[in-house]
T-cell receptor, first 113, second 110 residues
Framework: GAGVSQSPSNKVTEKGKDVELRCDPI?????LYWYRQSLGQGLEFLIY????????KSGLPSDRFSAERTGGSVSTLTIQRTQQEDSAVYLC???????????FGPGTRLTVL | GENVEQHPSTLSVQEGDSAVIKCTYSDSASNYFPWYKQELGKRPQLIIDIRSNVGEKKDQRIAVTLNKTAKHFSLHITETQPEDSAVYFC?????????FGTGTRLQVFP
């Protein structure tokens, strides 16, 4: 079946603009995660969804970051008033339930000029 | 919360040699430890995982060992091949999410 997909694959924006990143998880996967990977760095946890609720938002760096998930499927990560330090690859992952291996999407490379 | 440390940050080996990557974790409640391989420009992919009720798991040329008492786990790759070249990440489960190490860039020279 289809894997995790993300769009756009690349996004270039100007400082101060808002951006929306989309994730389509594998069908039937109830757990969905957003991570951020800066150049040459590890994977930084942002937020976790179980169904449509987000029991763990502890990794969101600031109140400029928000995310939602609808229908237990698609998730959108929104970054308001983007800053240059927001430049990174944003990875989405899903799993059948928590405490199982993740399946990652291809990521969205965000560049803030 | 959970903290995962990974060493070395880079590792170069000759084709056919073995490679070992080590990770330590801080939360004794963690019970799931996966390893991911990320090739250049690609997404991370799960290559092997281990749960805390076992000490070792093998899959062909790859093996993972876990020492719960010392809170460390390791990835062993035998008979390395050029296609093993990638960045490898270890992770530990913290309640509902994975906490990742900082990665090891493995280069296998022919």
């Amino acid at each position: 079946g289809a894997g995790v997909s993300q769009s756009p694959s690349n996004k270039v924006t100007e400082k101060g603009k808002d951006v929306e990143l989309r994730c389509d998880p594998i069908s039937g996967h109830t757990a969905l995660y957003w991570y951020r990977q800066s150049l040459g760095q590890g994977l930084e946890f942002l937020i976790y969804f179980q169904g449509n609720s987000a029991p763990d938002k502890s990794g969101l760096p600031s109140d400029r970051f928000s995310a939602e998930r609808t229908g237990g499927s698609v998730s959108t990560l929104t970054i308001q008033r983007t800053q240059q330090e927001d430049s990174a690859v944003y990875l989405c992952a899903s799993s059948r339930q928590s405490q199982r291996g993740y399946f990652f999407g291809p990521g969205t490379r965000l560049t803030v000029l | 919360g959970e903290n995962v440390e990974q060493h070395p940050s880079t590792l170069s080996v000759q084709e056919g040699d073995s490679a070992v990557i080590k990770c330590t974790y801080s939360d004794s409640a963690s019970n799931y430890f996966p390893w991911y391989k990320q090739e250049l420009g690609k997404r991370p992919q799960l290559i092997i995982d281990i749960r805390s009720n076992v000490g070792e798991k093998k899959d062909q040329r790859i093996a993972v060992t876990l020492n719960k008492t010392a809170k460390h786990f390791s990835l062993h790759i035998t008979e390395t091949q050029p296609e093993d070249s990638a960045v490898y990440f270890c992770a530990a489960q913290e309640t509902d999410k994975l906490i990742f190490g900082t990665g090891t860039r493995l280069q296998v020279f022919p």
